[in-house]
């Protein structure tokens, strides 16, 4: 498993962008990868998933329309664009991979936090 380290969270005001970045330590093309959250209190939630040739992706049902994944193979790392912030999506993102063929992510990145304020 590679490390995965991410990056770009912040404070910003409701209807504001961010953008994350997760870096990996080696190569990931091997893996899909997604980013999740998880808010004080709550259960960590899927933000969006992507596979390993980024052919297929999926987004939680709150974020749809507004955050958008990538990922850059050659440069090992994961992107989350995120759009038209609300305050709801405050919470600390993380990224995760998972290796071809295997549904739960078991590798995991330390997160950032990310505030929208209203």
């Known amino acids: 498993q590679v490390n995965l380290v991410e990056s770009g969270g912040g404070l910003v005001q409701a209807g504001g962008s961010l953008r994350l970045s997760c870096a990996a330590s080696?190569?990931?093309?091997?893996?899909?990868m997604g980013w999740f959250r998880q808010a004080p209190g709550k259960e960590r939630d899927v933000v969006a998933t992507?596979?390993?040739?980024?052919?297929?992706?999926t987004y939680g049902d709150s974020v749809k329309g507004r955050f958008a994944i990538s990922r850059d193979n050659a440069k090992n790392t994961l992107y989350l664009q995120m759009n038209s912030l609300k305050p709801e999506d405050t919470a600390v993102y993380f990224c995760a991979s998972r290796r071809i063929g295997v549904v739960k992510f078991d590798n995991w990145g330390q997160g950032t936090q990310v505030t929208v304020s209203s």
């Open positions: 992507i596979s390993a040739s980024g052919g297929s992706i």
């Open positions: 080696g190569s990931v093309s091997r893996y899909g």
